[in-house]
């Protein structure tokens, strides 16, 4: 059989060295290159082919949702693990949302990391135990956000997508024809039925619900 050919990205030199160093141990596995920046993982995908990345999530010029974004789209059949100190759950189901094949606490042990490198190269999923049930909990939590974003009235919904779109209050009357103090009381009746209590937790309320996409 041929090799596992393994790219390894990450924006610390140390953490790639320990990466390598323990990728190299098991059997029918090769790494053919190292990335420290996103740009520079995207090129060397390019470049070297490699059948399995091992991407962490914060690097520079360019993130690692980005190279993410990248390799999915454009190279399906390389199989990505992503590897990161960030809590779980929500990076977690973003990173599977976007196409990863794996999602791995750098805090996991080495034999963890074989048995993924094994799961994904079978075709399989891999979640770390200790990040399950987080990715669980966050989909609960989504579904119940997107339960309680049904129940709004078509012109909450509107009135939710131009306050997400950054509109001012003044804005949004003269876009929707309506007072302004009709939209502080739609603002308000939003804030009230969704439990929350800022602006800024609005915005992000409609990101998650996929009101409004993030460029």
């Known amino acids: 059989m041929k090799p596992i050919r393994v790219l390894i990205a990450d924006d610390h030199a140390l953490v790639r060295a320990g ?17 420290g920046k996103g740009s520079e993982a995207m090129g060397l995908v390019r470049e070297l082919k490699p059948n399995l990345m091992l991407l962490d999530i914060t690097m520079p010029d360019g993130s690692g949702f980005e190279v993410l974004d990248h390799v999915t789209k454009n190279y399906p059949e390389i199989r990505v693990i992503v590897l990161t100190v960030h809590e779980a759950g929500e990076y977690a189901t973003r990173a599977l949302d976007e196409g990863a094949a794996g999602f791995l606490p750098k805090s996991a042990a080495s034999t963890e990391l074989e048995q993924a490198i094994q799961a994904v190269m079978r075709g399989e999923d891999y979640i770390s135990p200790e990040t399950s049930i987080k ?20 012109r909450q919904r509107e009135v939710l997508r131009l306050i997400a ?16 103090k009709t939209v502080e009381t739609h603002r308000a009746q939003l804030m009230e039925r969704l439990g929350i209590h800022d602006v800024a937790g609005l915005v992000r309320y409609a990101i998650i619900v996929g009101l409004i996409e993030v460029e």
Do not use: M
């Not at 990466?19 to 990335?35: D, P, Y």
């Not at 779109?165 to 302004?180: D, F, H, N, P, Y």
């Open 135 to 154: 990715v669980i909990n966050e989909y609960r939590k989504r579904a119940t956000k997107k339960d309680l974003f049904a129940s709004l009235s078509p």
């Open 165 to 180: 779109e950054g509109r001012t209050t003044k804005q949004i009357a003269q876009a929707l024809e309506i007072s302004v």
């Open 19 to 35: 990466i390598r160093a323990l990728v190299e141990k098991i059997e029918g596995v090769v790494v053919v290159g190292e990335a």
